[in-house]
């Protein structure tokens, strides 16, 4: 599984290899021990490291380690992620409220809810139709929708922004 790593804004690229990984494209040989739960002890061209992990957040994806007494958080996201991001998905769990954009350009062949109305997560919203295939756009979390900004029979493009709540 590819990872990428954004640590003070430098992106690395990070794939598993027969000996370690790829960062950005560079081998790197590791001997990583898990010391106890949230401490290892990592050993990298000769170097030992001591690492701690202070905080993790799941749900938005980043994880801040202490290595040698100097605090670094990382910002953690899979291919998985990416692709999402780009199709319009994101976790909007995290968020105080929420939007669903189109995942691809289409007709939009149904509207199914109203503003005020109450929605749960998996919902059918819309019905979206694309390279001739009907498409049931769901709810990505609960919620009571504040704002429709498409109609029935609109044509949508990929990411334009169809529903808040």
């Known amino acids: 599984m590819v990872l990428y790593i954004t640590i003070d804004n430098l992106e690395f690229e990070c794939v598993p290899h027969a000996e370690g990984f790829l960062l950005s494209g560079k081998p790197m040989g590791l001997d990583l021990i ?3 739960a949230l401490q290892y002890h990592l050993i990298h061209a ?4 001591s690492i701690y992990v202070e905080q993790m957040n799941t749900a938005e994806k980043w994880i801040q380690l ?7 958080k990382a910002h953690i996201e899979t ?3 990416r ?3 780009t199709m319009g998905f994101s976790d909007l769990a995290k968020k105080g409220s929420a939007e669903l954009r189109a995942p691809m350009p289409g007709l939009l062949l149904n509207v199914l ?5 109450t929605v749960k997560k998996g919902d059918v919203i819309f019905i979206l139709e694309a390279m001739k295939m009907e498409n049931a ?6 919620g009571i929708v504040k704002e ?7 044509t949508v493009e990929k990411n334009q922004l169809l529903i808040k709540w």
């Open 34 to 36: 898990q010391v106890q």
């Open 46 to 49: 000769g170097t030992s490291y």
């Open 66 to 72: 202490r290595i040698n007494g100097l605090r670094v």
């Open 79 to 81: 291919e998985t992620d």
């Open 83 to 85: 692709l999402l991001k």
């Open 113 to 117: 809810v109203s503003e005020g109305d």
């Open 137 to 142: 756009l769901k709810a990505m979390q609960d």
């Open 148 to 154: 429709i900004c498409v109609k029935k029979g609109q």
